[in-house]
């Protein structure tokens, strides 16, 4: 179905996910060359998002490992279920007096026991993590690892198994190999540069913020309620913001949460008291708000005086539809 | 093709980009996969395959306009001129070929006897006089150019490699032929003006090529070997712009620390067996010892005072000791930075506040705190600190100070530090002048020496980060 390059980018437009040639070529050759892609980038400019959209146009499922600090392979790869074990060592324990009866020595009876260990170390009690479950999956799957930069430096070291060969090694199974490839996304937030042997192994892909006109192709996509002229205003107004030298500078998840908020109050452009009452939802710290309120009134008041040059036309725009419900978070 | 990959594999691991042998095979298969003739796409799939750090990616781009354009294009402009300085006799290039082949044929020969060059160059087969100039430059060895000067150099090398001047002298050699067999002189005038413009076209083009051969193996090269030199660079001597880019040197120094302490932290986890949490864990495995948990060993993590000297002599060391302590917080238990010049100030608030960057520009100024235009009197600060802050410093504590001794001759008053090092767990002090010479002029480090635990040079960033380094650990 990915077929070229275009095509990649037609069917994640199609989940509602515009993006440029360059996401789109990595995808191409995730696809094709069957490698990990290792996505960075700020925060909120689409990184987790790319991974659920081609897994929607792929059909895949998708499987989600979070990365945190002190992750290890028993949550991320595959632990045994002790309890179960346990529970079957009680419930088998006549069936493992016979296998004992007759032995002669403690020596023979133990080298009998040890025959049938490899019952317990079965299928049956383990209990695939999500690296294991992308492995074994039946259908072609799609690993995410989000904010891979979170885990510990030692949790890269079983991922390369995985991502280089797709496949799982358990000491008391033997190695377990993919039954398809599972296309891996993972996602990282430069917390922490990652090692070179990860690297190596991944695809590479670095998303920016949006130039002014993909974010407008964006919002239009994303927000369909908002009018051309609060769209281009918005933009605008967070190109000027990224300029400057913020703590926390809004991307692409922040400026959809603006739109929607000033749809929600009904806005058709920007105004100064518009922007003061919502600077909320895209800046997230004080002094952000402060600095970016002198920039702000620099702004309003160049269009205040080119829209003082244009005849000013007081053609209402129609009320903008409802907002659609659980868009806002 | 695959050739010309490699050598801009060659070109990107000059200018400090990483590609390893893999790296490079999966841009093979990469572009195995993809239509190669759009550019864009191109430019993505080798990108997305060689470059694997973000900061990277503009390096990439400009080597990539560098190597794959732009050199086709100066060559057509260079030979389009030459082909335009026809028009000055009202005939283009191919009316003019036709009838030298004409004429040709009556002298029974053809074009083929000429050399390549010389074809090329009457022919304008750009492709062809693209591959002459490569292959020229290569044996003249242009890849080995290192700066402006070598560039006539090399371009008369690259000349000489591909024999321009034999060339030339085959087609003036092939004009005076033509005029035997009856070329029309307006024809051989013609011709001679277009020899000319050609052999000045190629001298342009090699030149032109050369000079972007420097361009990319010099790239980002002064950009490297700053940056290493940074990590030994004196503090005393930072431009403005070095200092942006210190800033970014520490942040990595900082966290190359921070994984060290993570993996070291984690080994100390393994104490003894703790019976207490190991039956409690088990209990749903009916107490028999599935899980073992260990008694974590407690590592003292030190409290930290810092005094930092921020007379303007200083002032560059005192920012990225800051920066350095404060990237590294969570190594602390708790950090009490003051400043002084003659004054003692504390700045611990700012940096809870602003980001630390902020933080330590304000501190620089002296945070509101104290006047830093006045000459330094470090007697005069520590009496002040040892009257007002001697609390803050207990048996726990690591002193931390800063600043090159110099008391413009006052009273050095260093039963102060004697106080605080009988008080403090250790006393540190580092000073960016060289210990030769401590206690000469009006330096008072000899003075303050016998009641530190450690006192030792700091003049850059390596010294800075082996003492964080022997701090935090």
Same mark, same amino acid.
């Given at each position: 179905?990915?077929?070229?390059?275009?095509?990649?980018?037609?069917?994640?437009?199609?989940?509602?996910?515009?993006?440029?040639?360059?996401?789109?070529?990595?995808?191409?050759?995730?696809?094709?060359?069957?490698?990990?892609?290792?996505?960075?980038?700020?925060?909120?400019?689409?990184?987790?998002?790319?991974?659920?959209?081609?897994?929607?146009?792929?059909?895949?499922?998708?499987?989600?490992?979070?990365?945190?600090?002190?992750?290890?392979?028993?949550?991320?790869?595959?632990?045994?279920?002790?309890?179960?074990?346990?529970?079957?060592?009680?419930?088998?324990?006549?069936?493992?007096?016979?296998?004992?009866?007759?032995?002669?020595?403690?020596?023979?009876?133990?080298?009998?026991?040890?025959?049938?260990?490899?019952?317990?170390?079965?299928?049956? #009690?383990?209990?695939?993590?999500?690296?294991?479950?992308?492995?074994?999956?039946?259908?072609?799957?799609?690993?995410?690892? *989000?904010?891979?930069?979170?885990?510990?430096?030692?949790?890269?070291?079983?991922?390369?198994?995985?991502?280089?060969?797709?496949?799982?090694?358990?000491?008391?199974?033997?190695?377990?190999?993919?039954?398809?490839?599972?296309?891996?996304?993972?996602?990282?937030?430069?917390?922490?540069?990652?090692?070179?042997?990860?690297?190596?192994?991944?695809?590479?892909?670095? &998303?920016?913020?949006?130039?002014? %006109?993909?974010?407008?192709?964006?919002?239009?996509?994303?927000?369909?309620?908002?009018?051309?002229?609060? &769209?281009?205003?918005?933009?605008?107004?967070?190109?000027?913001?990224?300029?400057?030298?913020?703590?926390?500078?809004?991307?692409?998840?922040?400026?959809?949460?603006?739109?929607?908020?000033?749809?929600?109050?009904?806005? !058709?452009?920007?105004?100064?008291?518009?922007?003061?009452?919502?600077?909320?939802?895209?800046?997230?710290?004080?002094?952000?708000?402060?600095?970016?309120?002198? %920039?702000?009134?620099?702004?309003?008041?160049?269009?205040?005086?080119?829209?003082?040059?244009?005849?000013?036309?007081?053609?209402?725009?129609?009320?903008?539809?409802?907002?659609?419900?659980?868009?806002?978070? | 093709?695959?050739?010309?990959?490699?050598?801009?594999? !060659?070109?990107?691991?000059?200018?400090?980009?990483?590609?390893?042998?893999?790296?490079?095979?999966?841009?093979?298969?990469?572009?195995?996969?993809?239509?190669?003739?759009?550019?864009?796409?191109?430019?993505?799939?080798?990108?997305?395959?060689?470059?694997?750090?973000?900061?990277?990616?503009?390096?990439?781009?400009?080597?990539?306009?560098?190597?794959?354009?732009?050199?086709?294009?100066?060559?057509?402009?260079?030979?389009?001129?030459?082909?335009?300085?026809?028009?000055?006799?009202?005939?283009?290039?191919?009316?003019?070929?036709?009838?030298?082949? %004409?004429?040709?044929?009556?002298?029974?020969?053809?074009?083929?006897?000429?050399?390549? /060059?010389?074809?090329?160059?009457?022919?304008?087969?750009?492709?062809?006089?693209?591959?002459?100039?490569?292959?020229?430059?290569?044996?003249?060895?242009?890849?080995?150019?290192?700066? #402006?000067?070598?560039?006539?150099? #090399?371009?008369?090398?690259?000349?000489? +490699?591909?024999?321009?001047?034999?060339?030339?002298?085959?087609?003036?050699?092939?004009?005076?032929?033509?005029?035997?067999?009856?070329?029309?002189?307006?024809?051989?005038?013609?011709?001679?003006?277009?020899?000319?413009?050609?052999?000045?076209?190629?001298?342009?083009?090699?030149?032109?090529?050369?000079?972007?051969? /420097?361009?990319?193996?010099?790239?980002?090269?002064?950009?490297?070997?700053?940056?290493?030199?940074?990590?030994?660079?004196?503090?005393?001597?930072?431009?403005?712009?070095?200092?942006?880019?210190?800033?970014?040197?520490?942040?990595?120094?900082?966290?190359?620390?921070?994984?060290?302490?993570?993996?070291?932290?984690?080994?100390?986890?393994?104490?003894?067996?703790?019976?207490?949490?190991?039956?409690?864990?088990?209990?749903?495995?009916?107490?028999?010892?599935?899980?073992?948990?260990?008694?974590?060993?407690?590592?003292?993590?030190?409290?930290?005072?810092?005094?930092?000297?921020?007379?303007?002599?200083?002032? !560059?060391?005192?920012?990225?000791? /800051? +920066?350095?302590?404060?990237?590294?917080?969570?190594?602390?238990?708790?950090?009490?930075?003051?400043?002084?010049?003659? %004054?003692?100030?504390?700045?611990?608030?700012?940096?809870?506040?602003? *980001?630390?960057?902020?933080?330590?520009?304000?501190?620089?100024?002296?945070?509101?705190?104290?006047?830093?235009?006045?000459?330094?009197?470090?007697?005069?600060?520590?009496?002040?600190?040892?009257? !007002?802050? /001697?609390?803050?410093?207990?048996?726990?504590?690591?002193?931390?100070?800063?600043?090159?001794?110099?008391?413009?001759?006052?009273?050095?008053?260093?039963?102060?530090?004697? @106080?605080?090092?009988?008080?403090?767990?250790?006393?540190?002090?580092?000073?960016?002048?060289?210990?030769?010479?401590?206690?000469?002029? *009006?330096?008072?480090? @000899?003075?303050?020496?016998?009641?530190?635990?450690?006192?030792?040079?700091?003049?850059?960033?390596? +010294?800075?980060?082996?003492?964080?380094?022997?701090?935090?650990?």
């Amino acid at each position: 179905m990915f077929d070229s390059v275009e095509k990649v980018a037609q069917s994640l437009a199609e989940q509602d996910y515009i993006c440029d040639s360059k996401i789109a070529t990595v995808v191409f050759l995730a696809h094709r060359l069957e490698k990990p892609v290792l996505v960075e980038g700020p925060a909120g400019v689409g990184k987790t998002e790319l991974a659920k959209v081609v897994a929607a146009a792929t059909g895949r499922n998708m499987i989600r490992l979070q990365c945190y600090e002190g992750l290890d392979e028993a949550k991320a790869l595959y632990e045994w279920e002790y309890s179960k074990q346990l529970l079957y060592t009680q419930i088998l324990k006549e069936q493992f007096s016979e296998v004992m009866a007759g032995a002669k020595s403690v020596a023979e009876a133990a080298a009998r026991v040890g025959q049938e260990d490899s019952v317990f170390f079965s299928d049956n #009690f383990i209990v695939p993590r999500p690296l294991m479950q992308a492995i074994r999956s039946e259908k072609p799957a799609l690993l995410l690892v *989000d904010e891979v930069d979170k885990s510990d430096p030692e949790f890269e070291a079983f991922l390369l198994e995985v991502l280089s060969d797709f496949q799982v090694t358990v000491p008391e199974l033997g190695t377990i190999e993919a039954l398809s490839k599972p296309l891996v996304f993972l996602t990282s937030n430069n917390a922490r540069e990652m090692s070179d042997a990860l690297k190596r192994r991944c695809l590479h892909l670095y &998303i920016d913020y949006p130039s002014e %006109e993909l974010e407008t192709r964006i919002l239009s996509t994303k927000v369909p309620d908002a009018g051309a002229q609060l &769209i281009q205003d918005i933009v605008q107004m967070m190109h000027k913001l990224r300029e400057l030298d913020l703590k926390k500078v809004p991307s692409i998840s922040e400026t959809l949460d603006w739109a929607r908020a000033l749809l929600a109050l009904n806005a !058709n452009e920007l105004d100064a008291e518009m922007v003061q009452q919502t600077f909320s939802v895209i800046l997230k710290y004080e002094g952000d708000v402060r600095k970016a309120e002198g %920039e702000l009134s620099k702004i309003l008041q160049k269009k205040a005086a080119e829209a003082a040059v244009a005849a000013p036309s007081a053609a209402d725009a129609p009320a903008p539809a409802a907002v659609k419900k659980g868009a806002l978070h | 093709m695959q050739k010309k990959i490699l050598e801009f594999t !060659n070109i990107l691991r000059k200018s400090g980009i990483r590609v390893s042998t893999a790296e490079a095979i999966d841009a093979f298969e990469a572009l195995d996969e993809l239509s190669v003739d759009q550019r864009e796409i191109f430019r993505d799939a080798l990108r997305t395959t060689m470059v694997k750090r973000g900061e990277e990616v503009p390096t990439f781009d400009q080597l990539f306009d560098l190597f794959w354009s732009g050199f086709h294009d100066s060559l057509r402009e260079a030979f389009g001129e030459a082909a335009a300085g026809l028009e000055t006799f009202g005939m283009d290039l191919e009316e003019l070929l036709r009838r030298i082949a %004409e004429a040709l044929q009556n002298l029974q020969g053809d074009l083929s006897e000429l050399g390549d /060059l010389a074809q090329a160059l009457l022919s304008a087969d750009l492709n062809m006089l693209e591959k002459l100039i490569r292959e020229a430059a290569e044996g003249a060895g242009t890849d080995r150019i290192e700066n #402006f000067l070598q560039v006539g150099f #090399f371009s008369r090398r690259t000349l000489d +490699q591909m024999n321009s001047e034999g060339a030339g002298a085959e087609l003036r050699e092939l004009a005076s032929q033509l005029e035997a067999a009856g070329l029309s002189p307006e024809d051989l005038a013609a011709l001679r003006s277009l020899i000319e413009g050609l052999m000045e076209a190629a001298r342009k083009s090699v030149r032109a090529f050369t000079e972007r051969e /420097l361009q990319q193996q010099n790239h980002d090269y002064m950009e490297k070997f700053r940056r290493e030199t940074l990590l030994e660079k004196s503090f005393y001597h930072l431009t403005e712009d070095e200092i942006r880019r210190m800033r970014e040197v520490v942040e990595r120094l900082a966290q190359k620390i921070k994984n060290i302490l993570s993996i070291r932290r984690r080994r100390l986890n393994k104490g003894k067996l703790d019976l207490h949490q190991t039956l409690r864990r088990n209990m749903s495995h009916g107490g028999i010892p599935f899980e073992l948990i260990f008694k974590q060993r407690k590592k003292d993590r030190p409290k930290l005072v810092i005094l930092c000297d921020v007379s303007s002599s200083v002032a !560059n060391v005192s920012r990225f000791m /800051l +920066q350095f302590v404060y990237s590294l917080q969570e190594a602390f238990t708790k950090i009490r930075a003051f400043v002084f010049v003659a %004054e003692i100030g504390e700045v611990t608030p700012l940096f809870q506040e602003a *980001d630390i960057n902020e933080a330590i520009e304000k501190a620089l100024d002296g945070g509101d705190v104290i006047n830093v235009y006045t000459r330094s009197n470090f007697g005069y600060a520590f009496h002040h600190f040892w009257q !007002n802050y /001697l609390s803050a410093i207990d048996n726990k504590t690591t002193v931390l100070i800063l600043g090159d001794a110099r008391n413009n001759y006052n009273d050095p008053r260093a039963w102060c530090i004697r @106080d605080i090092h009988n008080k403090a767990k250790n006393v540190i002090w580092l000073n960016p002048e060289s210990p030769s010479a401590w206690g000469f002029g *009006d330096s008072v480090m @000899d003075k303050y020496m016998p009641y530190t635990d450690l006192a030792e040079e700091c003049r850059n960033l390596k +010294q800075l980060s082996s003492v964080i380094d022997r701090l935090v650990l």
